[in-house]
């Protein structure tokens, strides 16, 4: 693992079993800041270079091998087919859930809690921000993918695309995912971390808890895309 302190945190994201797990319990970025030295990712998360080590490489005599999928070596149709179904579909039944939810403890506990007035605001906020994100992905940028692969396998001509290449779509995803990586981080800065106050009820409890699960699932969503699904892409229409 030493060889790798200078590498970046999406490369030990990709390459090694349990570094998802370890870098989301420590706070470490490894989705929309994957592309930070390991070093440079530690000095902000405030956790010191050894611990994190540690930690990765108990991870990895743990999971290695544990059947965590190694998306780098399955195709990238059954990937895109794997976001859709494990992500795209929590994340839509987690926003409907999640509006009800928090309207009712924003109802009963707004009044003494103003920060949830603020966690409302940011919640709606990203919700604005993903839906259509995902509906692109869908309809426009996981179909062409699934083309484009289908082409190299069968060594046809990469179909052209009304953007040009997909260099481009892939850029606006990125962009977008950079956006909900800066709310999710305000939701929690809101949300004192998700700290239930006292006097909060089990909705509320309920609310932070789901808010939490939903960050992690975001996180390792995006990772599935920027640090694997989006290189691979643009390393095949290059015709690599």
């Known amino acids: 693992m030493l060889a790798n302190v200078e590498g970046t945190v999406r490369d030990l994201a990709v390459d090694v079993p349990g570094a998802t797990r370890v870098f ?8 929309c800041g994957g592309g930070q ?4 990712a530690c000095f902000g998360a405030g956790v010191s270079l050894a611990e994190v080590m540690a930690a990765l490489d108990a991870g990895k005599e743990r999971y290695a091998g544990k059947g965590i999928e190694n998306w780098q070596s399955r195709s990238l149709a059954e990937l895109t087919d794997h976001i ?4 795209h579909d929590y994340t839509k039944s987690e926003i409907e859930r999640l509006n009800q939810l928090g309207a009712k403890v924003v109802s009963v506990h707004g009044q ?3 920060e949830l007035i603020k966690v409302a605001d940011l919640f709606g906020a990203l919700q604005q921000d993903l839906v259509p994100h995902m509906l692109k992905e869908e309809q426009v940028l996981f179909p062409y993918i699934v083309h484009l692969e289908d082409a190299s396998r069968n060594r046809r001509p990469a179909p052209t695309p009304f953007f040009g290449t997909v260099r481009n779509p892939i850029q606006m995803m990125i962009r977008e995912h950079d956006s909900a990586g800066d709310m999710l981080r305000e939701l929690r800065s ?3 971390n998700y ?3 006292f006097d909060g009820c089990v909705s509320y409890r309920t609310l932070y ?8 699932d ?8 920027n640090n694997i699904l989006f290189p691979r892409a643009v390393t095949m229409e290059g015709g690599g």
């Open 218 to 225: 975001l996180h390792q969503h995006i990772h599935l895309e």
């Open 195 to 197: 700290t239930v106050p």
């Open 209 to 216: 808890q789901a808010l939490q699960e939903l960050e992690q």
């Open 84 to 87: 859709v179904r494990t992500h």
């Open 112 to 114: 003494r809690h103003p």
């Open 190 to 192: 809101a949300s004192q």
């Open 24 to 31: 989301e319990k420590l706070g470490i970025d490894y989705c």
């Open 37 to 40: 030295s390991l070093k440079e």
